[in-house]
């Protein structure tokens, strides 16, 4: 039997004061962090009480480290930047499109086992639940190629950040989103869904940043035969700030929700 | 040679240091440096008692945000937040690996003469809120979260060595955590 959001939620929620002490090790830290990826109620906690170790330790008495120790820790790091340089300029040859699309494929994929955990109880809609994430994928192709098509390279500080939304207590679906942001170029975003519910339209597309603003991605009016919808918009302001993405019903309800922080992805130039 | 702070960064500045660090800019990494190599050196020698485990911790630690840096959000909390959470991890990680192994002789920090520039100002006030916030806590919360923190100790460690229920433990201890970050923010209870 699969339990609520709620009932992980308070699990978590028990171990965020021995996540910030580093009471666990790696291995569980990451199974924690897999869950604040998704959810910003948790997450926030975790980020509180991060903070407040981070203030522990920040009082203690502060000895000075070895002058040699500066010039040792750049040496560090510049050995370390030499052997990932190889792979950094493989990396630049490939286009923003190449990318993306390898981000899409990801996002598609988790979007995918999500629904696979969600319907695992028959074999049907597990293959259900496949075949929409092949969907999806194949919608995020389609879109991004046209687009990516008419952009110019990416610049070396340009950045995609994806997200897989989950659906809240009480709702189905599932969706994937791409946040483009560039200092040299408009940044755009892109919200492909998945099971929704033909009732519950029209569906907004929002981006919040952690102070609540938002910024509205589009408006769902219709779904395509196969359930599916997708919005996308250009922005002439950044999206740096904002964090999470959210689908919201008719009655504003959040029906899908989102994390872009933990996942992003420096676009190769 | 050491930058030494020119002030508190902003959000952004913070944000734009991180993004120069994963580029491998050599002036990012020793401004990054300049700023929280000793509160990252000091925790070191807390932690694991000794000067050389300690700058290696600081090396490793600087390494690890220069792998992590792309993954930085200045948005969801501040750089020595960050580095703090990443020392952290690492000293605690590496004294349970070396558990069973007899401790280096513990340095006590507080007998470490401090040298320090005038223009660290920053560093001087954080540490002197952070100081403050400590202070604030009854000596039994102190207490709990030294050795929890400074001394690695699990709250099933502490339960047992104290002879009081875990989930006693637990409360006190996210109760002293809040408490601290309340106070050090200046968002008091």
């Not at chain 2, 500045?13 to 050599?26: P, T």
């Amino acid at each position: 039997m699969q339990r609520s959001a709620s009932a992980v939620c308070v699990e978590i929620r028990e171990r965020l004061t021995a996540l910030a002490l580093s009471e666990f090790p790696s291995e569980e830290r990451a199974f924690v962090a897999r869950h604040l990826e998704w959810c910003a109620g948790c997450r926030k906690e975790a980020e509180e009480l991060e903070a407040a170790a981070a203030w522990v330790g920040l009082s203690a008495p502060q000895a000075e480290p070895p002058a040699e120790l500066e010039d040792r820790v750049v040496r560090a790091i510049a050995a370390a930047a030499e052997t990932r340089a190889p792979w950094r300029r493989r990396l630049r040859v490939l286009t923003v499109a190449t990318a993306a699309a390898l981000l899409l494929a990801v996002v598609g994929v988790g979007w995918g086992a999500a629904m696979f955990a969600r319907v695992q109880s028959t074999e049907r809609q597990a293959q259900e639940a496949a075949r929409h994430s092949r969907q999806l994928v194949r919608h995020f192709q389609i879109v991004l190629n046209q687009f990516l098509g008419r952009q110019p390279k990416a610049g070396p500080r340009d950045q995609v950040r994806r997200s897989t939304l989950g659906p809240t207590a009480g709702h189905e679906g599932g969706a994937g989103a791409l946040v483009f942001t560039s200092p040299g170029q408009e940044d755009w975003a892109l919200v492909i869904m998945g099971g929704l519910a033909s009732r519950d339209l029209p569906y907004h597309v929002t981006l919040q940043d952690r102070y609540g603003r938002f910024v509205e991605v589009g408006t769902v009016r219709r779904l395509s035969s196969d359930g599916s919808a997708r919005t996308f918009r250009t922005f002439q302001g950044s999206l740096k700030g904002f964090t999470y993405v959210l689908v919201k019903d008719q009655a504003g309800r959040i029906v899908l929700s989102g994390d872009l922080g933990g996942s992003s992805v420096r676009v190769p130039g | 040679m050491t930058h030494q702070s020119e002030g508190p960064l902003s959000a952004k500045e913070e944000q734009a240091l991180l993004e120069s660090l994963l580029a491998g800019d050599e002036e990012a990494i020793r401004t990054i440096y300049g700023r929280f190599a000793r509160p990252i050196y000091s925790l070191g020698l807390r932690l694991l008692g000794s000067t050389e485990a300690a700058e290696e911790l600081t090396q490793d630690v600087f390494l690890t945000a220069w792998r992590k840096a792309a993954r930085f959000d200045a948005s969801r909390g501040r750089l020595s937040t960050w580095l703090m959470a990443i020392a952290h991890n690492l000293g605690v990680d590496r004294l349970r690996r070396e558990n069973g192994a007899a401790r280096p002789t513990l340095v006590f920090v507080e007998e470490v003469p401090e040298r320090l520039a005038e223009a660290e100002l920053e560093p001087i006030e954080e540490r002197d809120r952070a100081r403050r916030a400590m202070a604030s806590l009854s000596d039994g919360e102190r207490r709990l979260l030294v050795r929890a923190y400074f001394e690695g100790m699990t709250a099933r460690e502490i339960a047992e060595s104290d002879r009081i229920p875990l989930g006693t433990v637990k409360t006190r201890l996210r109760t002293a955590l809040i408490k601290i970050r309340r106070t050090a923010e200046g968002k008091e209870l």
